[in-house]
């Protein structure tokens, strides 16, 4: 695979092919083409939207839009806590329910309640009565699979936790570093939902004992050490087994060329669990009214109905529709692990601080 389809695929499973335009750390007042200003979009690395979608923004909203990416998820919301009153841009994308009360607590965001808001449900409304941030899309972080390999060894893949600690797929499995990965942090959190508080601990010293592997983030464990993605193949990945996310095998399709009948990965649905990624308008921002109009274009469907086969979740939009090849290929997870975020808020650091102990 070459580069920039590696890239794109990178982006695609949180996000999508990056074809937009890369931010410096220029203001927002800056001029852009034809005389118009400009609003930035500080965001990370799987942030994607179609050039033919940021175009129409850029027509009907005046404003050349600019966007500023960092690493994975918990990278860009540490970056913005720590340049918080002097953010870097206008509007945040990114931050998930696994990491919401850390942005909320150090009161990066202006409030703002987006137009078209009361087409999206309620129950992932989180701070609909402050309205500081405004959700965008859900998706499901669970283990991939490389179909191949478990055909050519003739052993049935993983389909829940319990399974990934049996001795048939002992050092299979390679996940994110919960400290600094969202989905790394997703895939701890699914644990203590399904083994408890206490029990989360003793499940991961078997999985450590198993052979898990830990990485920095979803990119370099995608890409390079999972076998069944095309940047692995090419890399040299000899791990079949990955934390990624139900839209995985779709993004696997869509970027191959010629595009297969069937995925080359499957998901293990019973290791789900549920994200969702909102926007703010972020507090000190150098062109409000700017941000309050990409907000509204992010929840509008004309962006939503993109979302599919450029980030490889699903919109928060009601009616808005999936294309066929998402629906055809994706994974239908139909009870994925959940947490409450007040508890996430009450438990994320001394659970990372112990796993971090535990497994690091």
């Not at 220029?26 to 034809?34: A, N, R, T, V």
């Not at 921002?285 to 450029?310: H, M, Y």
Request: proline share 6%.
């Amino acid at each position: 695979m070459n580069t920039s389809l590696r890239r794109a695929l990178g982006a695609a499973l949180l996000g999508a092919l990056a074809t937009t335009t890369l931010a410096a750390c220029g203001g927002s007042d800056d001029k852009g083409d034809g005389g118009s200003k400009s609003v930035t979009l500080v965001t990370h690395d799987s942030f994607g939207i179609s050039p033919e979608v940021q175009k129409e923004f850029e027509r009907k909203s005046g404003y050349q839009l600019k966007i500023l990416k960092s690493e994975d998820a918990g990278v860009a919301v540490n970056k913005a806590v720590l340049s918080k009153g002097h953010p870097e841009g206008d509007v945040f994308f990114g931050v998930d329910n696994t990491l919401l009360s850390r942005a909320l607590d150090n009161d990066l965001f202006t409030p703002y309640e987006a137009k078209g808001l009361d087409r999206i449900p309620a129950a992932v409304q989180f701070d609909r009565d402050k309205h500081r941030v405004t959700p965008i899309d859900t998706g499901e972080v669970c283990v991939n699979y490389d179909k191949k390999y478990f055909a050519d060894k003739k052993l049935a893949p993983p389909r829940t936790f319990d399974d990934l600690i049996k001795p048939q797929y002992k050092n299979l499995l390679v996940t994110e570093n919960a400290a600094t990965s969202s989905p790394g942090l997703a895939f701890l959190l699914a644990t203590a939902a399904r083994y408890g508080d206490d029990g989360w601990r003793d499940y991961w010293k078997k999985l450590k004992d198993n052979g898990v592997e830990v990485v920095d983030g979803w990119n370099q464990a995608y890409n390079d050490r999972f076998s069944g993605s095309a940047g692995g193949k090419k890399a040299g990945g000899d791990r079949p087994l990955v934390v990624s996310y139900a839209g995985s095998p779709p993004a696997e399709v869509y970027f191959a060329k010629p595009q297969p009948k069937k995925a080359p990965t499957g998901v293990a649905t019973g290791t789900c669990f549920r994200q969702t990624e909102f926007a703010g308008l972020l507090k000190g921002a150098r062109n409000e009214e700017g941000g309050k109009a990409l907000l509204d274009f992010l929840v509008s469907k004309r962006f939503q109905e993109g979302i599919p086969l450029t980030m490889f979740v699903n919109p928060v939009l009601k009616g808005a529709e999936l294309p066929k090849l998402y629906t055809d290929f994706g994974a239908k997870v139909d009870h994925p692990e959940t947490m409450a975020p007040e508890k996430i808020a009450e438990n994320r650091e001394p659970w990372v601080k112990s796993w971090s102990s535990l497994v690091l």
